[in-house]
C-alpha cells in the first residue's frame, strides 16, 4: 500500500524526474543540433579571442619592461641627489666660507653643523 522508503516519494528523485522530461522536451532535430553546435563554436572562438587578448598584452608589458626599468632608475638617482643635497645643508660653500670669515676665528665642525664652545663666565 504505502512504502515510505519508495524513492518516487523523495523530494530528491521528483527534481531529477521533472529535469530529465524537460530536457526530453527540448526541440529536436536539424534546428537544435545546429543551435547547439554554433553555440559551442561561439564559446571556442571566444577562448580564442581572449587567449590572444592576453598574449598580447603580455607582450606589450615585456617589450615595456626596459623603458619602465629605466625611468625607474632616473626616478632613484633623482631622490638620491635630493637626498644628498638635503644631507649637505640648505646653503652653498660661498655662503658657508662667507660666514666663517665674518665669525672671525675658526670654530670646530660635526657634520651635523658648526658649533661652537663658550667660556664659563655666565656662572658667575
Known amino acids: ?5 519508495d524513492p518516487r ?3 530528491a528523485w521528483q527534481a531529477a524526474q521533472q529535469w530529465r522530461s524537460r530536457a526530453r522536451q527540448t526541440p529536436g532535430g536539424p534546428l537544435g543540433g545546429l543551435k547547439l553546435i554554433f ?8 577562448l580564442i579571442v581572449g587567449t ?8 606589450v608589458g615585456w617589450a615595456m ?6 625611468r625607474m632608475k632616473k626616478r632613484l638617482e633623482q631622490m638620491r641627489a ?6 649637505g645643508g ?6 658657508e666660507t662667507a660666514y666663517r670669515d665674518s665669525r672671525g676665528h675658526r670654530e670646530h665642525e660635526l657634520l651635523e653643523g658648526d658649533y661652537e664652545v663658550q667660556d664659563d663666565k655666565r656662572r658667575d
Open 65 to 70: 619592461l626596459p623603458f619602465v626599468r629605466h
Open 90 to 95: 640648505d646653503f652653498s660653500y660661498r655662503e
Open 1 to 5: 500500500m504505502f512504502d515510505p522508503n
Open 39 to 46: 553555440t559551442w563554436l561561439l564559446f571556442g572562438l571566444l
Open 9 to 11: 516519494r523523495n523530494a
Open 52 to 59: 590572444l587578448l592576453g598574449l598580447f598584452f603580455l607582450l
Open 82 to 87: 635630493e637626498q644628498a643635497r638635503d644631507a
